[in-house]
């Protein structure tokens, strides 16, 4: 129990600042079609980042990476890209070993927030080619929040993950 009180007390004040965010934008309240439309520009965004992954490789990841202070991304529990600086070095790395990554999402789903942000949340079933031909498999589901700036919708933060070996999930 003592574990989620953190939890409860850090979605509070994320609660709290959301709603007040909301509050204090000068834009229209957002309508039903708004949203639609976030939905539909996120998720266009994501399939873009398939078909860009399949045709470039890893490299193309940095093209829907926001590129702030704010960037990161978790796997498993571990921050794997503290910053946008280490995102660009490991994917380097993995263009020199992998060639093409197939990346199918399932059941994506977007949430817009408010107005420039939205969280995605989604399956996945990923395929990385070597340089080789030879592939390894991934799947699991991700979560992380789109930002929406000068250059369109970007990733701003990423969290991955992917069942434990013998676990029902």
Not at 20 to 33: F, H, Y
Not at 116 to 126: D, I, S
Not at 154 to 167: A, C, E, F
């Amino acid at each position: 129990m003592h574990r989620w009180a953190g939890v409860r007390g850090w979605l509070a004040v994320f609660l709290a600042g959301v709603s007040g965010a909301c509050g204090r934008s000068d834009a229209p309240p957002p309508n039903g079609e708004w949203w639609a439309s976030v939905r539909d520009s996120v998720a266009g965004m994501m399939a873009d980042v398939s078909r860009d992954l399949a045709a470039d490789g890893p490299s193309a990841w940095l093209r829907y990476f926001e590129e702030s202070s704010s960037f990161f991304m978790a796997s498993d529990g571990r921050s794997v890209f503290p910053t946008h600086a280490a995102a660009d070095e490991a994917v380097a790395d993995l263009a020199l070993a992998f060639t093409r990554v197939d990346i199918q999402w399932i059941d994506l789903r977007v949430e817009p927030l408010v107005p420039g942000f939205a969280v995605v949340g989604t399956g996945y079933h990923e395929i990385l080619t070597d340089t080789a031909g030879g592939t390894v498999e991934f799947g699991g589901f991700m979560t992380g929040v789109a930002r929406h700036g000068p250059d369109g919708w970007r990733l701003r933060n990423l969290h991955w993950s992917s069942p434990v070996p013998g676990s029902d999930g």
